[in-house]
């Protein structure tokens, strides 16, 4: 059985990809600042309550985890060097870590132009900190960069490279998790590598739901 650790486990992405690693048989611990928040609890999880930028609650989480799964938000910049640091003195390697689309203006178009005054620079500035510590570490991370998210009900998506446009304008959460839960059960695919996620034919210049 994979160990996996899920940072930010109260989200709403989490929630979904949660159920599905219980589902493949991963042994789980769930982190989160409020513990009660966190929608479901597998039998047999592990729950710890904690900040992402606290190492030393992170060390404690981290070892003996085979994956971690970060799906932060707030100071996600200090939260991914916290990340690295503790993955790498504990010497856990697999990283999946949840960014946002445009973080490299790579959204084209009205979009793109759109996607970036909604969010705000400095928002997306912070995650693209996030990003570059955790490409320029020694992790065999995974990086995600999802379309705006719906909660529809569907597995649905695509993605696309660092280095080529962004695709459509939205995907679903549960796909989103369904990429997570696909990367755990092959932990090599997508080693070191930057994804956009979106749902296929949701391209144009606003969203697409």
């Known amino acids: 059985?994979?160990?996996?650790?899920?940072?930010?486990?109260?989200?709403?992405?989490?929630?979904?990809?949660?159920?599905?690693?219980?589902?493949?048989?991963?042994?789980?611990t769930l982190f989160a600042r409020n513990k009660h928040r966190i929608a479901n609890v597998p039998e047999g999880a592990r729950v710890i309550e904690g900040s992402a930028d606290d190492r030393a609650a992170l060390a404690e989480a981290v070892?003996?985890?085979?994956?971690?799964?970060?799906?932060?938000a707030g100071d996600i910049a200090e939260q991914a060097k916290a990340i690295?640091?503790?993955?790498?003195?504990?010497?856990?390697?697999?990283?999946?870590?949840v960014t946002a689309l445009g973080i490299y203006q790579e959204v084209p178009g009205e979009f793109g132009r759109w996607?970036?005054?909604?969010?705000?620079?400095?928002?997306?500035?912070?995650?693209?900190a996030a990003s570059d510590t955790i490409e320029a570490s020694s992790l065999d991370y995974t990086v995600l960069r999802p379309a705006w998210l719906s909660d529809a009900d569907e597995v649905s998506y695509e993605t696309t490279q660092?280095?080529?446009?962004?695709?459509?304008?939205?995907?679903?959460?549960?796909?989103?998790?369904?990429?997570?839960?696909?990367?755990?059960?092959?932990?090599?695919?997508?080693?070191?590598q930057n994804l956009g996620v979106n749902k296929p034919g949701t391209d144009g210049d606003r969203l697409i739901w």
């Open 162 to 192: 660092r280095d080529e446009p962004f695709k459509g304008t939205t995907v679903s959460r549960k796909s989103v998790a369904a990429l997570v839960a696909d990367i755990v059960a092959h932990p090599a695919k997508h080693v070191r």
């Open 84 to 97: 690295v640091d503790v993955m790498e003195a504990v010497g856990v390697k697999r990283l999946i870590f």
């Open 1 to 28: 059985m994979t160990n996996v650790l899920v940072l930010g486990a109260s989200g709403q992405i989490a929630a979904w990809a949660i159920d599905m690693l219980a589902a493949q048989g991963a042994t789980l």
């Open 63 to 72: 070892r003996g985890q085979d994956i971690v799964y970060a799906n932060l």
């Open 115 to 128: 996607n970036r005054a909604t969010i705000g620079a400095s928002t997306l500035d912070t995650y693209a």
